[in-house]
């Protein structure tokens, strides 16, 4: 089973680019979310959906956008990036009860010159 | 505001020792509580979770955890430290709503010694 897929795996850009990170879940999760994890922070949550057509500000939404048009996608998009912005992302996904288990993708680390 | 509190962003043990990581919630309501682990350059995975069932905890690879609701802890451990365990350990707390609300502690990376 593929579970939650993240690409790219790697991507450099430079200030004031714009790009997508795409995440695909095949297990008909209706939540889905993006963190960045940055050395000595741990993981923040960027944004969240609750399902087609819902989503929501994490705690560090600022430069990123989200739409989730079908139960399987959720892509980030940076539209101007900043150095700041450079990090591992990761996408996330589950059922969405408050017990329930988060399916990780493996990250996509974005490097911001 | 912190909701998780990791104590210890580095913890080293030999091989064959108690692994003992530790985490402090802030909340005034009984928490669900989480402890992930990510390998290098992979995802994290979840290790165990509490639910308001029972207090201890038993997760995958041996470890276990037990809430405290006295001292507000969930600290992570395991008998006999392996190779294996090497990584890094995420304590995590759902205080309202969802899974999509999970917030996660800074983490506490785990080094053993042969």
């Known amino acids: 089973n593929a579970g939650v897929t993240q690409t790219p795996k790697f991507q450099v850009l430079k200030t004031g680019q714009s790009m997508t990170l795409q995440c695909a879940q095949d297990m008909n999760h209706e939540y889905m979310s993006w963190y960045r994890q940055d050395p000595g922070m741990g993981l923040r949550l960027i944004h969240y959906s609750v399902g087609a057509g819902i989503t929501d500000q994490g705690e560090v939404p600022n430069g990123y956008n989200v739409s989730r048009s079908t139960t399987e996608d959720f892509p980030l998009r940076l539209l101007s990036a900043a150095p700041s912005q450079t990090s591992v992302y990761f996408c996330?996904?589950?059922?969405?009860?408050?017990?329930?288990?988060?399916?990780f993708g493996e990250g996509s680390r974005l490097t911001v010159l | 505001a912190q909701s998780v509190t990791q104590l210890g962003s580095h913890v080293s043990v030999s091989e064959g020792a108690l692994v003992l990581l530790r985490c402090n919630y802030s909340s005034s309501v009984p928490p669900y509580l989480f402890w992930y682990v990510q390998y290098p350059n992979q995802g994290l995975q979840l290790l165990l979770k509490y639910t308001s069932a029972a207090t201890l905890v038993k997760g995958i690879n041996g470890f276990e955890a037990e809430f405290k609701k006295s001292e507000t802890s969930f600290h992570l451990t395991k008998p006999s430290a392996h190779m294996s365990d090497a990584a890094e350990y995420f304590c995590?707390?759902?205080?309202?709503?969802?899974?999509?609300?999970?917030?996660f502690g800074k983490g506490t990376k785990l080094t053993v010694n042969p």
């Open positions: 996330a996904s589950s059922y969405g009860d408050r017990d329930g288990e988060l399916f």
């Open positions: 995590a707390v759902i205080l309202q709503g969802g899974s999509e609300k999970l917030v």
